[in-house]
């Protein structure tokens, strides 16, 4: 077996999830990330192997596939020509509160049996394969409404079939992943700020020294760098929102716009007002 590989996802600009359409079929991608996943695939046959399920599906395929969860890519192999629509979504990509209101109740529990996989077949797998097609030509906020169908879909379908006996996720990277968990939420939470690196090491067990060698492997990053990339983004988000430069400037944690534009144009190429007005 190829060595295992942590995927890092990004969510879409202006948007908290992402949508790719992935084409990999000659590399043996054997890998696993903290995000849920939903996959579609049409092919005339491809390997489906989602934790230690193996098998082969004919035409197409849809699967739900939880946090951490080693998966090979579902075009691998395939050289006759592979569609796919892929989604990712970290856990709470709508906030936990969200997540506990009622009507989220089906959608909440199929993300509890995310943790085995799930294979859905029948007029649900061609329903859903219908709304996936065409979410990438939706507007972001359609786009989330989409979603949401296709998860209540899945989540109140009888057509479907559980991968695994037991939860299927790697309890190495679930031990990372809840480590990080701490360290993204306190990014999160204090960004706008001066995140102390200090008090941050110390909320996971970890002298500086080891926490800044640690974030840096796990992130490819120093910590200072992954802040500013962090804040960048944030303000990008509110560029599009249609704030004016210098409210994105002071929202996302830096007092000297001459400062905040020299980082968005190193981090991004050009200035926050010519992204701005490319983009909004």
């Known amino acids: ?25 000659t590399t043996f991608l054997w890998h696993l990330h903290p995000e849920y996943e939903i996959v579609y695939a049409e092919a005339a046959n491809g390997p489906r192997h989602v934790g230690s399920h ?13 946090p951490n969860i080693p998966h090979l890519n579902f075009d691998y ?20 509160p969200f997540f506990n209101n009622p009507e989220m109740a ?12 799930l294979s859905f077949y029948g007029d649900t797998k061609v329903k859903a394969a219908a709304m996936l097609k065409t979410l990438q030509q939706l507007s972001r906020f359609d786009q989330l409404l989409g979603l949401l169908q296709i998860l209540q879909l899945l989540a109140t379908s009888k057509e ?16 990372q992943r809840t480590r990080m968990d701490v360290i993204y ?15 941050l090491a110390g909320k996971v067990s970890l002298s500086t020294a080891a926490f800044c060698r640690y974030f840096k492997k796990q992130t490819g990053e120093t910590f200072t760098d992954f802040i500013n990339r962090y804040r960048i983004n944030e303000a990008k988000n509110l560029l599009l929102q249609d704030k004016s430069v210098t409210e994105a400037c002071y929202a996302t944690g830096y ?14 190429g050009e200035n926050p007002s010519t992204f701005k007005k490319q983009n909004l």
Do not use: W
């Open 185 to 199: 939420h306190y990014i999160e939470q204090y960004y706008k700020d001066k995140p102390d690196v200090n008090q």
């Open 77 to 96: 192999g395939v050289n006759t020509g592979c569609r796919q629509v892929v989604i990712q979504m970290p856990q709470h990509f709508l906030g936990e």
């Open 54 to 66: 193996i098998s082969r599906y004919e035409e197409s395929d849809l699967v739900f596939i939880g």
């Open 160 to 175: 479907v079939n559980t991968l695994n006996n037991t939860p299927a996720a790697n309890k190495a990277f679930e031990k």
């Open 1 to 25: 077996m190829a060595k295992l590989q942590l995927e890092e996802v990004t969510p879409d600009l202006g948007s908290s999830f992402k949508i790719i359409n992935p084409s990999l079929s």
């Open 106 to 117: 089906a959608i909440k529990q199929l993300f509890r049996n995310g943790c085995y996989g």
């Open 255 to 268: 007092d000297q716009l001459s400062y905040f534009n020299r980082i968005f144009k190193k981090l991004t």
